[in-house]
């Protein structure tokens, strides 16, 4: 059930992974280190909607140079 389809980072073209850090979540690039919004998991520890909800961010999220 858990499908998880992570994009590729819209920045660097590295592959990005699923961070959990009590009591947060977000996704994170393994290249570069971008990272999605960081969702707050304090209430239900690896709630898989917060986990979605990073991932959901994470693959819309638009990218804007900071130079
Ligand atoms: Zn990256």
Excluded: F
């Excluded at 920045?11 to 707050?40: D, F, H, I, N, Q």
């Amino acid at each position: 059930m858990s499908k998880e389809e992570l994009r590729h980072c819209p920045k660097c073209g590295g592959a990005a992974k699923v961070r959990y850090c009590m009591p947060y979540t977000w996704v994170e690039c393994k290249k570069c280190g971008l990272k999605s919004t960081v969702v707050s998991d304090w209430y239900e520890q690896h709630d898989p909607e917060s986990r979605k909800a990073a991932i959901e961010d994470w693959n819309t999220m638009e990218i804007v140079d900071i130079n």
